[in-house]
């Protein structure tokens, strides 16, 4: 079977050129070492002939991933397998998708749970850890304002919270209620199952460009979501009529 991926998707206030480069060129300088690392203390990361590389004080060295694809500013894929042999390796995705004017959608996705041992443990290991790294990269940017409006959709797959149907799901009326909160904000444009996927909705919301961090934060902690009845994937509309 295979087990959903985690996805974490936050809003920068760069172009996708500049949050490209800042993922691919500075991790050093905003990765959360001291929480998220193998030495732990006094080491350094960065991004060393296509691979991430962790160095420690005395000079010891960990490969943690090595890079698949890199298409920049669109999107890089590595390979993912900190404290472990690249035989035991996961896959990474980071997508750099224009929003607006000066804001960049970043969402990142890890799937390839099946390596590991206890798949489910590994996942909600990773779950829980990458909300803190990329709200780490998300703070390295400095913000400012943003003119326009931005048209987001925010795609829900099924998690692991169910192995039933999701609509009689109890975390399921707080994801209305969550809906219900767009609607009462005015920037609910439609909301919806599809029917022809199985447990998969989306809700399509416009919103001024400022303030897209805001939502997709909140679009987060839906408590669907944050109980993993669903999966979170925020895209992008472009609209041609209105």
């Not at 390979?79 to 970043?106: C, K």
């Not at 799901?169 to 199985?198: N, R, T, W, Y």
Request: net charge negative.
């Amino acid at each position: 079977m295979t087990i959903a991926p985690v996805i974490r998707n936050v809003v920068v206030s760069a172009s996708p050129e500049a949050a490209y480069q800042a993922w691919a060129g500075r991790i050093g300088e905003w990765w959360p070492l001291s929480r998220h690392s193998v030495y732990q203390k006094d080491n350094t990361v960065a991004w060393i002939d296509d691979q991430i590389v962790e160095t420690s004080s005395n000079g010891e060295t960990s490969v943690w991933g090595r890079v698949l694809e890199s298409n920049p500013p669109g999107n890089l894929s590595f390979t993912w397998h900190p404290g472990r042999g690249p035989e035991a390796a996961s896959t990474v995705v980071v997508d750099f998708v224009p929003i607006a004017e000066g804001r960049t959608l970043v969402r990142l996705t890890h799937s390839g749970w099946e390596i590991f041992d206890e798949p489910v443990d590994a996942r909600n290991e990773y779950r829980n850890g990458w909300p803190t790294v990329v709200a780490s990269f998300r703070d390295t940017v400095p913000d400012h304002d943003a003119d326009g409006e931005a048209w987001l959709v925010l795609e829900h797959r099924p998690g692991c919270a169910t192995d039933g149907s999701i609509y009689t799901h109890p975390l399921f009326a707080e994801h209305l209620a969550f809906v219900s909160s767009l609607k009462d904000k005015g920037v609910l444009i439609a909301a919806g199952p599809m029917p022809d996927q199985p447990g998969v909705g989306q809700t399509i919301i416009r919103v001024p460009a400022a303030d897209a961090p805001s939502y997709v934060e909140a679009a987060h902690d839906d408590a669907a979501v944050t109980g993993d009845l669903l999966v979170l994937r925020v895209r992008p509309w472009n609209v041609m009529v209105s």
